[in-house]
């Protein structure tokens, strides 16, 4: 594996690559991660054949925050990493808040694009109806609390103490100078999403806080080419709590596209 830096005209990106001749998939960490968290998806996406490559985010773990008045945007800095990469599509899985980013670079590049997974991600939706739905989910206070209460389901939590440990200690070392915030390119509507005809998987845990699987299916009535998985005992971060689950709905999605 390739650990390597970007270097765009005003930030420098750290990243790593598998590198090999299978198809690409670029994934993309939530808020609470880094480039670093991907360690039960590796295996088992290298193992299934394909080159794997995840990059640190602006002022995350490895990465440079650039200048503060001036943060472009997580799409912009994704393409620049693909052109840097000679990647001319790939799949993208984006959770959490990559699954921001990843909506924002299919909704401007869906031709880079071989296919979408959304993990565990609001997606970014401004719509009044939806805001208001959030604020119903999450009242005043719930970010103050404790970050593995908001972001790792019950049934972890109380079951895999080790587990906690680990993500809490990769949480801590991504973002030290504090979380690092990019607008995105694009106005991320429903009407917006209706266009978008890319093949697209979304994965939701159902002990998820942030994204139950009510919101799963909002996004199951409005993707024109959607599938959804529910993975159960499962909180904000599938991806680790749950990655036999997550990967094989992953690898599933991915061979038939």
């Known amino acids: 594996m390739i650990e390597g830096i970007l270097a765009l005209p005003d930030v420098r990106l750290a990243y790593w690559d598998t590198g090999g001749p299978g198809t690409p998939v670029v994934l993309l960490h939530a808020a609470s ?88 991600t609001i997606v970014g939706v401004v719509d009044e109806d939806y805001l208001e739905l959030g604020a119903r989910l999450r009242p005043a206070g719930f970010t103050e609390l404790p970050i593995e209460f908001q972001e790792l389901g019950p049934s972890y939590r109380a079951e895999n103490p080790e587990g906690v440990a680990r993500w809490l200690a990769l949480e801590r070392r991504a973002h030290p100078g504090g979380r690092f915030r990019q607008a995105a390119v694009n106005r991320i509507t429903w009407q917006a999403l209706r266009q978008l005809a890319l093949p697209t998987l979304m994965v939701n845990g159902d002990a998820d806080l942030w994204a139950p699987p009510a919101i799963q299916r909002l996004f199951l009535r409005c993707l024109p080419r959607v599938q959804g998985v529910v993975i159960r005992e499962s909180g904000h971060s599938a991806y680790w709590e749950q990655p036999e689950a997550f990967n094989a709905a992953l690898l599933d999605f991915l061979k038939g596209h």
């Open 33 to 120: 991660g880094s480039k670093d968290v991907w360690e039960h998806q590796l295996p088992a996406l290298r193992g299934a054949g394909y080159r794997v490559i995840a990059h640190s985010r602006r002022g995350y773990s490895g990465s440079e925050a650039g200048p503060r008045d001036a943060p472009g945007t997580g799409s912009g800095d994704l393409l620049g990493l693909l052109d840097h990469l000679g990647v001319a599509t790939c799949h993208l899985v984006g959770t959490a808040a990559g699954g921001l980013v990843a909506t924002d670079f299919a909704l401007s590049h869906p031709a880079r694009l071989r296919s979408l997974t959304l993990a565990c």
